[in-house]
Every structure is written in structure tokens, then in C-alpha cells.
């Protein structure tokens, strides 16, 4: 598949794209899902919830820290690095249905 031109689209729409890419893998959800009734988890976690590889889970969070749908964080007095869910990230998701579906 060739690469998009990005240049056509307006920001809002390259946005939504990328959020929506990033809801677009089971094992993110699962990873969201985990972290929404979980108030953080550090990827070792993650690894035990999706059942992947260190490195697939690696790429999965890297695709959900670019589109900002949660936050990393590092615990000083645990010394562990760990993720959580972005407080946005639910009306984040409401603005991409909106905006496709015309509901604004």
C-alpha cells in the first residue's frame, strides 16, 4: 500500500484517523479495556492481559502514546515505568464519532 498523501486532508481529519487507528487492534483494546478498570499498569502486565510478545506489546503502546489515548508515567518509590488512561481519552474518541457521523 503506497503512503497517504497528508497534505490533502485537514488536521481535524488526520486526527480522527490516527485515533482511529489506534482503537483498531483487539490488543489495544484489550490494553484499554485494561487500563480503563485498572487505574495503571506497567508492561509486564500488559504482556500477561494480551498474552504477545514484549515486543509486540512494545509496538501496540507506542501506536496508543502517539494518539495521546493514555499517559506513561514512572513511579520513583516503586522505580517501575507504567501506563494509564488518559482522562480524555473517552470524549476524544465521542469528537471522532461525532465528526464522521455528523452529530456536532
Keep these: ?10 488536521p481535524s481529519q488526520l486526527r480522527c484517523a490516527q485515533l ?19 487505574f495503571r499498569a506497567n508492561s509486564r502486565e500488559l504482556i500477561r492481559v494480551t ?15 502517539d494518539s495521546k489515548l493514555f499517559l506513561e508515567g514512572f513511579d520513583d518509590f516503586s522505580n517501575i515505568h507504567y501506563y494509564c488512561l488518559n482522562p480524555n ?3 476524544m474518541m465521542e469528537e ?9
Excluded at 500500500?1 to 485537514?10: A, C, H, N, V
Excluded at 471522532?96 to 456536532?104: A, K, L, M, Q, Y
Design 1 to 10: 500500500m503506497g503512503s497517504t498523501k497528508r497534505e490533502q486532508y485537514q
Design 96 to 104: 471522532v464519532v461525532d465528526r464522521v457521523f455528523g452529530r456536532c
Design 89 to 91: 481519552a473517552g470524549a
Design 51 to 65: 498474552r504477545l510478545s514484549k515486543s509486540t506489546v512494545s509496538q501496540h503502546l507506542k501506536e496508543l502514546l
Design 20 to 38: 482511529s487507528d489506534a482503537m483498531g487492534h483487539p490488543a489495544r483494546i484489550a490494553i484499554l479495556e485494561h487500563l480503563n478498570s485498572h
